[in-house]
């Protein structure tokens, strides 16, 4: 049995990320105290239903939370894998989304909101530290976090999810790479006037980017580095892996390279069993938008 424990703050995303789950076939439970998921693992094992499971754990159990680890250590010691994803966001953004939403905080009686908001980080101090995964969900969208689930869990056992992603230094780390790379050493598209308005996938600006001597070497570079490490990642039992090229807005650079990147790697499959490639521009559209208007 695959489980999967998505936990977190409370309006960092985990109902999002619990119905996406459940749209790629996983058998979703929200908030289930802790001492049941084995009596859970063991019924769904029985069954002919999904074999992944998705649970939500929260810090309303928290009587029940110091128990997660000897829980877990249950679980894997009897077959399943068991794998934590850990949602959180800067308080100042969770009350701005309960503020938004006129959300009640599950905690608020233990105090006004951004108490409540502290003592609940304090309680999932522990199962945070457990976490194999945490996602800051600042910057993400709902509909970027469903993505960011698609891409992630959409795969099967034995496949792994590739996503390339491009995007902006000036915005912020994408919270789910696991490789960056920074490509503003680069000259520039935005510095020269005809090319400035245009994006990455642009003819002109794709050849101004592809053709410098430093972009080939960091392609040859990274492509070298994902050959050596996606096989790795496969054997290790994972199944995503999300690498990040940026540049200073997201628009010219990065985009050009993740295309260069997505072509050079579907040339000649990286690992066997071939993964699976997904290309992800975040910040080009909003990008594109800005220097418009900056027009």
Known sequence: MQLLVVTGLSGAGKSTCLRALEDLGYYCVDNLPVPMLPALVEIKTSDHGPRRLAIGVDARANEHLHAFASVREQLLAAGHSIEVLFLEAPDAVVVRRFSETRRRHPMSELGELGMAIRIERERLRELRALADSVIDTENLSSRQLRQLVRDRYATHGGVLHLVLMSFGFKNGLPSEADLVFDARFLHNPFDVPEL???????????????EQDDAKQLLERIESWLRFQVPRTISEGRSYLTVA??????????????????????????????????????DLAQALADTAHLS
Not at 196 to 210: N, P, Y
Not at 248 to 275: D, I, K
């Open 196 to 210: 400035r308005a245009r994006g990455g996938f642009d003819d002109a600006v794709r050849d101004f980017v592809l």
């Open 245 to 282: 090229l940026g540049c200073t807005g997201g628009q010219h650079r990065s985009v050009a390279l993740t295309e260069a990147l997505h072509q050079r790697l579907s040339a000649t499959s990286v690992a066997s069993p071939a993964p699976v490639l997904a290309v992800r521009h975040r």
